[in-house]
């Protein structure tokens, strides 16, 4: 592997900070902490330029909280002004990372994603017999830094960015040496650079016929049982020696009688949601509606959190379950749900309350009207 060096400087430059700045405002504009960063930005971009050139950033400023979803999970978020300082090393060395993965690995990566790793599984599922399905147990919480920051400086030769990289990953830590904080964007592209050598391994030396792998959920393919477990036996050894990381109990299954992954139950032709995932939707649109209901959102606001729900309900056949929760949230309420686009307007609601348009009759577009009296 060809270390790549001289990174510094164009973290630092001026014109890459700004840059990442206005990546790490995105959806926060009227934080306090953003606002008096901006209100001071040349005096700040500048003073972290000086920084990252000297390797002085100061890093490790969290405010920890848990989230459910659908697991309680830590999550870490890091000042303002650390969120800047990553989104500017990402922004140089996003090519570095991007070069050592494999094609079939879909997380942190642009044009890849959760569907199109789903995609992929399916596809898979049609061709070959057998099919394992690998998690490892507490991932972030687990990796350890000796063996991340070995495996980065294979790839780094700029000293400087090293030690930044160095004491951000040092900046927490679940047990004695172990562990990167879940929040970061930093830590996404580690945690998934940190499996890049178990990609290599598995495709180029234990030459596994059909492999993709999202973060640390990943699925190996199979024609014949042996075969699916000589490849299980020898990841969990690579797993434990190598990697120093402890998987889940592995399963293992005949790709006809389906397999969960990211969420979804994929069969060979068809896609459902798991029983897990649907009660987060349920849970999650009653909890928007009611949101949009109090006016604790404006329309604009219920639009960017339901859309992203529905895609994912969308991706499986959840036909029967939208209508059920649509159907029930507009039951004895002034709303009416149609097929089409996004509109709001009296004219809308006049007409579909005339052609008593409701989820049993709508048409077949993907997308959702919400009209209000």
């Known amino acids: 592997m060809k270390r790549t060096g001289n990174l510094t400087q164009q973290i630092a430059d001026t014109d890459n900070l700004l ?73 140089v060395c996003h090519p570095c990372f991007e070069r050592n993965l494999i094609e079939t690995t879909y997380a942190t990566r642009p044009q890849k994603g ?22 490892f147990r507490k991932y972030f919480d687990s990796i350890p830094h000796d063996l991340l920051l070995a495996s980065l400086g294979r790839m780094f030769k700029d000293k400087i960015l090293l030690q930044i990289i160095a004491d951000i990953i040092e900046s927490y830590s679940k047990s004695d040496g172990r562990g990167i904080p879940i929040g970061n964007l930093t830590s996404q592209y580690f945690a998934n650079y940190y499996l890049s050598g178990m990609d290599h391994w598995i495709k180029e030396t234990l030459r596994v016929p059909e492999y993709l792998r999202y973060m640390d959920d990943f699925l190996v393919f199979a024609d014949s049982y042996i075969e699916i477990n000589d490849y299980v036996a020898q ?67 219920y639009y960017e959190h339901i859309t992203p729900l529905l895609s994912y309900a969308l991706k499986g056949y959840t036909q029967g379950l939208r209508r059920t929760v649509f159907t029930a949230w507009a039951t004895g309420s002034n709303r009416v749900l149609r097929g089409g686009s996004w509109n709001n307007n009296a004219r809308n609601c006049r007409v579909a309350n005339r052609n008593n348009n409701t989820p049993s009759n709508r048409n077949n577009n993907n997308g959702f009207r919400v009209v209000l009296h």
């Open 19 to 91: 840059q990442a700045f206005y990546k790490a405002m995105r959806g926060k504009r009227r934080d306090s902490e953003v606002l008096h960063f901006q209100c001071h930005l040349e005096e700040n971009i500048a003073r972290m330029s000086d920084e990252i050139f000297r390797g002085t950033v100061q890093v490790g400023e969290y405010e920890y909280f848990y989230i459910e979803d659908p697991k309680l999970r830590l999550i870490c978020a890091a000042s303002f002004r650390e969120r800047v300082l990553h989104h500017a090393i990402m922004n």
């Open 114 to 135: 959760i569907y199109k790793a789903i995609d992929r599984a399916k596809a898979a599922m049609r061709r070959y017999c057998y099919v394992a399905k690998f998690d």
């Open 235 to 301: 990841i969990k050894m690579f797993a434990e020696q190598k990697l120093k990381l402890a998987l889940k109990p592995v399963v293992v299954a005949m790709t006809m009688c389906g397999i969960d992954f990211l969420g979804y139950r994929i069969y060979p032709n068809k896609i459902l949601l798991t029983q897990r995932s649907k009660r987060r939707f349920v849970k999650k649109s009653k909890m928007y509606n009611y949101f949009k209901d109090n006016e604790t959102w404006s329309e604009l606001e």
